[in-house]
């Protein structure tokens, strides 16, 4: 059972380039979350899906995009990258059996750098 | 948006000492969770409480859930090396997909 799986774990882009963070999960999971965690902060929440074919935004959605065609994937697009999206990116699921209180489980990250 | 204040920030201490953290909030929540990062890794998950007043243990670590529901401690008896990293309190909603509001984390530091 691989959790909650995220590629690449490392990139770096130019200024103006596009990239797509993949995030897959295997836990059959409904819901799906990306966060950010700038260097010695908390994360923050970028966008999250409560199934396929549902998305909606988090606190930090500007300059990204998300889809959710399927149940295991929940890719991360960044159309346009710049400086300010270097950062370090996490994928979340959980499951929305047993009631609502079901903790997240996060993927390794990718790391992401804007030159 | 809603806040959690995590403090202390960082803490240096010896092996063998106990650690004390918490987070307040100006918001409730009805679940509180506590997460550990390993430098490059993701958050894992330590303790989650569900209800107010709720006392958990894991192993060294204890955590409460407050009364009032907008805050929450953690505690690790006698520390040892590997627990270092940093930790993170988490506040979850119950509505919204049930999204979390994270601490800024608390820097542990163990010598030996």
């Known amino acids: 059972n691989a959790g909650v799986t995220q590629t690449p774990k490392f990139r770096i882009l130019k200024i103006g380039q596009s990239m797509t963070l993949q995030c897959a999960q295997d836990?059959?999971?409904?819901?799906m979350y990306w966060y950010r965690q700038d260097p010695g902060m908390g994360l923050k929440l970028i966008y999250y899906?409560?199934?396929?074919?549902?998305?909606d935004k988090g606190e930090v959605p500007n300059g990204y995009n998300v889809s959710r065609s399927t149940t295991e994937d929940f890719p991360l697009r960044l159309e346009l990258a710049a400086p300010s999206q270097t950062s370090v990116y996490f994928c979340?699921?959980?499951?929305?059996?047993?009631?609502?209180?079901?903790?997240?489980?996060f993927g390794d990250g990718t790391r992401l750098s804007i030159l | 948006g809603q806040q959690l204040n995590q403090s202390p920030q960082s803490m240096f201490i010896q092996e063998g000492e106990d650690v004390s953290m918490n987070c307040t909030s100006s918001s409730i929540f009805n679940t509180w969770l506590w997460y550990k990062q390993d430098p490059g890794e993701g958050p894992v998950l330590l303790i989650a409480l569900y209800k107010a007043g709720e006392l958990t243990s894991n192993g060294r670590l204890t955590a409460q859930f407050g009364i009032t529901r907008k805050d929450s401690f953690l505690n690790i008896s006698a520390s040892i090396p590997s627990d270092v990293g940093i930790y993170f309190c988490?506040?979850?909603?119950?509505?919204?997909?049930?999204?979390?509001?994270f601490g800024e984390g608390t820097q542990l530091t163990v010598n030996p």
């Open positions: 988490a506040g979850q909603e119950e509505t919204s997909g049930s999204r979390l509001t």
């Open positions: 979340a699921s959980r499951t929305d059996l047993w009631g609502g209180n079901q903790p997240q489980h």
């Open positions: 899906s409560v199934g396929a074919g549902i998305t």
């Open positions: 836990m059959n999971h409904n819901y």
